[in-house]
């Protein structure tokens, strides 16, 4: 006769396992960077709610070092990581787009508002490719695809609805960057909870 506690230890070591690989590996040892990327993000968005009179170029080189610290997060713990292919591509797009917002601000609003977008929806998809790849198991892989629905949602607005005044730009990148800041920061937070979890001694 089959033992049922002896099965579903078996079946929490297994869960355990499969956990391991798909955090520990992907994101577990990467916790830090999204805790970075999500400070960054909330200083732009404080900077952008509490200065959204701010000149066009003050905003574009706000947003350009954003976009160049969180490349330089990302690409980091991309390195450190074995699955690192679509973080890497993020953080190239992300140090590409900081790049320009720095060094060829443009004059158009318009322009700056839609590059934007497109480093969100960049971001987005990664983190919903990112979500797909773990576990179906894994309490983080919901949190993950939201974070990558919200972004990818908040860039297409952007990009499908560029033309606005320099206040409300302000406004809203200060927004979706404190929206994004604070999933960030949980998400980091979460990781890095469950990763000391599955690496603690105990642990089936």
Do not use: K
Request: proline fraction near 3%; charged fraction near 15%; glycine fraction near 14%.
């Amino acid at each position: 006769m089959t033992d049922p506690s002896g099965h579903q230890a078996e079946r929490a070591r297994a869960l355990a396992s499969q956990l391991r690989g798909g955090l520990g590996d992907r994101l577990g040892r990467m916790w830090w960077t999204f805790l970075l990327r999500g400070g960054f993000a909330v200083l732009l968005g404080l900077y952008a709610l509490f200065n959204p009179s701010a000149s066009l170029s003050l905003l574009a080189l706000a947003l350009g070092v954003f976009c160049l610290a969180d490349g330089t997060a990302g690409f980091i713990g991309a390195l450190l990581n074995s699955e690192r292919r679509e973080f890497l591509l993020q953080s190239l797009v992300s140090v590409a787009i900081g790049a320009v917002l720095i060094f060829w601000p443009g004059e158009s609003l318009r322009a700056l508002l839609i590059v934007f977008g497109l480093w969100l929806l960049v971001t987005g998809v990664t983190q919903v490719v990112s979500a797909r790849r773990l576990d179906a198991a894994d309490p983080n892989r919901g949190l993950l695809n939201t974070l990558g629905l919200v972004a990818g949602g908040a860039g297409l607005l952007l990009l499908l609805w560029p033309g606005t005044g320099l206040v409300a730009a302000g406004w809203i990148i200060g927004l979706v960057a404190l929206l994004l800041g604070g999933v960030l920061i949980y998400l980091s937070l979460r990781f890095r909870e469950a990763s000391r979890r599955l690496q603690a001694p105990g642990n089936p």
